[in-house]
């Protein structure tokens, strides 16, 4: 029984290897070719527009959230006075 499980880590950990070692190739050859599809710029443009979006509907949350934190402190400050 333990034998199948080292024989399971030892194949899982290899395949693991060789899948870094080959994305990691594969990258290096988009790196040093250096040329983006008209696919990729336009995926490239909807992914910035799509950050942009996401960091303007967090900022919008902070204020909310804000504004939540003041009324719950006004009314605990209230309800302390009364």
Do not use: C, P, W
């Not at 990691?24 to 950050?51: H, P, R, Y």
């Amino acid at each position: 029984m333990h034998g199948v499980i080292a024989l399971s880590i030892i194949f899982g950990g290899s395949v693991l290897i060789l899948a870094i070692i080959g994305s990691t190739i594969l990258m290096a050859i988009k790196i040093f070719k250096g040329t983006v599809s008209k696919k990729g710029q336009q995926n490239q443009t909807d992914e910035a527009k799509m950050i942009q979006e996401i960091y303007k509907g967090l900022s919008q949350m902070e204020e909310r959230l804000e504004a939540l934190e003041t009324i719950i402190l006004d009314r605990e400050r209230k309800d302390r006075v009364l």
